[in-house]
């Protein structure tokens, strides 16, 4: 299915072109560090333009095999707007949907069922101040009690106040997401979040008593991450070296 379509490039501006073609490198990058599941989970961009389209993947299509052609573009009723031959999956985008239609910042919408992540969603303390990367999650991170899976457009009113202004979700009994500002901002936020889950699933597996950090500790390493965005050195930098791996694993996302 992936290789059957042909290139949009010329259906396309030039910048919905570069939306689709980061957006299918970061599929490629959830695949290559073993994050996807399957053909679930979604990750979405909003084009560039007034009129709230958005990218999300073909439904039935690994994300190894995304690429910018096959990336489906769509309303915020998931109404498709070019018709790529490929569905998508309608429960999928409730959650997707109902972060973009409140929040003009979230650019790229990052939802994810990986192990270590949902396993720290089944935990009643949710995610622990044990490691540098949960301090940096823990300053703009939210939670979601779980209503299922998410077929009922009735659960988007909750999403939207459980999220609130927070970048980074806890979907509890289910999963992970982000909402960033960028395609870039979203891979590095949810590299932070993934390791932080990762980080506590090892050590509370080594059953030794845990040091907790502090608020203090959360709102110092806030500010030198601040800090460090402003001077450069944030997601745009690392983004850069991403796509570097990507082009040299496979540059078929590109297509």
């Known amino acids: 299915m992936a290789t059957a379509i042909r290139s949009i490039n010329e259906q396309v501006s030039p910048e919905e072109w570069a939306v689709r073609q980061d957006l299918a490198a970061l599929y490629r990058l959830v695949a290559m560090h073993g994050w996807d599941d399957t053909v679930f989970t979604h990750i979405t961009a909003r084009v560039p333009g007034a009129d709230h389209h958005f990218l999300i993947n073909p439904f039935g299509v690994l994300f190894e095999a995304v690429t910018a052609s096959n990336l489906v573009k769509v309303d915020l009723a998931g109404n498709k707007m ?111 979040l993934e390791t932080a889950c990762q980080i506590q699933i090892a050590a509370q597996a080594g059953g030794a008593e845990l040091i907790m950090l502090g608020e203090d500790m959360i709102e110092r390493n806030k500010a030198v991450r601040t800090n460090a965005t402003e001077a450069g050195q944030g997601a745009d930098m690392v983004w850069r070296a991403m796509l570097d791996k990507v082009r040299r694993r496979d540059p078929s996302f590109l297509e």
């Open 82 to 192: 070019i018709d790529t031959g490929y569905p998508i999956n309608p429960a999928g985008y409730v959650i997707h949907s109902a972060i973009h239609a409140v929040r003009e910042d979230a650019h790229c919408v990052m939802h994810l069922h990986t192990r270590a992540g949902a396993a720290v969603s089944a935990q009643k303390d949710g995610l622990l101040p044990i490691s540098q990367q949960s301090t940096l999650a823990l300053a703009s991170l939210a939670y979601h009690d779980y209503e299922g899976v998410a077929v009922d457009p009735a659960e988007k009113v909750r999403l939207q106040q459980d999220l609130g202004d927070k970048s980074m979700m806890i979907l509890r009994n289910h999963g992970t997401l982000v909402a960033a500002s960028s395609i870039a901002e979203a891979w590095l936020l949810m590299y932070v």
